[in-house]
């Protein structure tokens, strides 16, 4: 979705006017996704619905979504600064929905992990025998909604901070990536009745924004010493100038620029020896070293799922265990 997000508008010269266009697109693919589930999966309850017809009729609600907003969302697009600033501002509102779907998927998908086993327990105990399919009546539902808001209340703050934060930055059109992709996931993981963590889901989702940042930062550091590398000997404002219309250029004539900027570095170094000075490959070294993702903070989640996992089943072996031998 970020990468998509930038290739389309934010690479653009004329980026307001791109996110006029692709901004009611997204919202169009995040209301299908969402419309899809909720005829599988909510009306499916009542009536039978076949994955053909929802995905159809998703598509349905989408079309009519996008055509009553892409004219105001242009409008107001156009009001905006030409700017990353002035696109970041566009997608407040479809942040604060793809939450808000992020949200139920999580309570569709977290509390149904949750109250699994509880509904087991109390099916083998009303009936005295072990049975391959488990009742869950409604309290039991209502229980495991209210421990998911309890916990949440009591101890999100700090895994909110920790996602939010502290492993990298992140502005509207990278939450909404983020919120979009463990959205569809957890969503596609629940139709296929998969047991996947929506937090593990999510901190992976923030994972892959902050690696393809940083893909293209170094990317951008390697297409600078380019520059840099084609323009030796020139002044300083000279070199400036030309960045500066790089990085302002479409993506085809920023493949241009470089092509060219390439044809002249070879040509220096086939007549003068190396192509970049000693001050610049340092210079190369460190942009390409730069962290934008925690490594630390990454290594921490990392190393919380292998240890608590492999701990959470053998603490529960040893439980079972112990009360069966009381039972015995």
Same mark, same amino acid.
């Given at each position: 979705?970020?990468?998509?997000?930038?290739?389309?508008? #934010? +690479?653009?010269?004329? =980026?307001?006017?791109?996110?006029?266009?692709? /901004?009611?697109?997204?919202? *169009? $693919?995040?209301?299908? @996704?969402?419309? #899809? +589930?909720?005829?599988? =999966?909510?009306?499916?309850?009542?009536?039978? /619905?076949?994955?053909?017809? *929802? $995905?159809?009729?998703? @598509?349905?609600?989408?079309?009519?979504?996008?055509?009553?907003?892409?004219?105001?969302?242009?409008?107001?697009?156009?009001?905006?600064?030409?700017?990353?600033?002035?696109?970041?501002?566009?997608?407040?509102?479809?942040?604060?929905?793809?939450?808000?779907?992020?949200?139920?998927?999580?309570?569709?998908?977290?509390?149904?992990?949750?109250?699994?086993?509880?509904?087991?327990?109390?099916?083998?105990?009303?009936?005295?025998?072990?049975?391959?399919?488990?009742?869950?009546?409604?309290?039991?539902?209502?229980?495991?909604?209210?421990?998911?808001?309890?916990?949440?209340?009591?101890?999100?703050?700090?895994?909110?901070?920790?996602?939010?934060?502290?492993?990298?930055?992140?502005?509207?059109?990278?939450?909404?990536?983020?919120?979009?992709?463990?959205?569809?996931?957890?969503?596609?993981?629940?139709?296929?009745?998969?047991?996947?963590?929506?937090?593990?889901?999510?901190?992976?989702?923030?994972?892959?924004?902050?690696?393809?940042?940083?893909?293209?930062?170094?990317?951008?550091?390697?297409?600078?010493?380019?520059?840099?590398?084609?323009?030796?000997?020139?002044?300083?404002?000279?070199?400036?100038?030309?960045?500066?219309?790089?990085?302002?250029?479409?993506?085809?004539?920023?493949?241009?620029?470089?092509?060219?900027?390439?044809?002249?570095?070879?040509?220096?170094?086939?007549?003068?020896?190396?192509?970049?000075?000693?001050?610049?490959?340092?210079?190369?070294?460190?942009?390409?070293?730069?962290?934008?993702?925690?490594?630390?903070?990454?290594?921490?989640?990392?190393?919380?799922?292998?240890?608590?996992?492999?701990?959470?089943?053998?603490?529960?072996?040893?439980?079972?265990?112990?009360?069966?031998?009381?039972?015995?």
């Amino acid at each position: 979705f970020l990468y998509l997000i930038k290739r389309s508008v #934010t +690479y653009r010269s004329e =980026k307001t006017d791109a996110a006029g266009r692709v /901004v009611p697109v997204l919202i *169009a $693919l995040m209301v299908w @996704a969402y419309t #899809t +589930y909720m005829l599988l =999966k909510g009306l499916g309850q009542i009536v039978k /619905v076949g994955f053909p017809v *929802a $995905l159809l009729a998703g @598509a349905g609600v989408a079309v009519v979504v996008w055509w009553f907003i892409h004219k105001p969302l242009g409008r107001l697009a156009l009001r905006q600064d030409n700017s990353k600033q002035g696109v970041n501002r566009l997608f407040t509102w479809p942040l604060i929905c793809s939450a808000a779907l992020l949200s139920f998927a999580h309570g569709a998908n977290d509390v149904a992990n949750a109250i699994g086993p509880l509904a087991a327990i109390y099916e083998a105990v009303k009936s005295g025998a072990i049975a391959s399919r488990a009742a869950t009546p409604l309290w039991i539902m209502v229980l495991g909604a209210l421990g998911l808001a309890i916990g949440l209340a009591l101890y999100g703050s700090k895994l909110i901070r920790t996602v939010g934060k502290e492993i990298t930055e992140l502005d509207n059109m990278r939450a909404y990536s983020i919120a979009m992709a463990a959205t569809l996931t957890v969503i596609v993981a629940s139709q296929l009745g998969m047991p996947v963590s929506t937090t593990h889901v999510t901190i992976g989702a923030v994972f892959g924004v902050g690696f393809l940042r940083e893909l293209l930062k170094v990317n951008y550091a390697k297409m600078e010493a380019v520059v840099f590398a084609g323009h030796q000997g020139a002044d300083r404002a000279e070199v400036e100038t030309y960045l500066h219309r790089f990085e302002a250029a479409e993506v085809q004539e920023k493949k241009q620029m470089l092509a060219d900027m390439k044809r002249r570095a070879k040509l220096r170094e086939t007549a003068e020896g190396a192509v970049f000075a000693k001050k610049e490959q340092k210079a190369l070294k460190k942009a390409i070293k730069k962290e934008i993702v925690k490594r630390s903070v990454v290594m921490r989640i990392v190393a919380a799922w292998i240890i608590t996992v492999p701990a959470t089943a053998v603490l529960a072996a040893i439980l079972f265990h112990i009360v069966s031998a009381i039972l015995s």
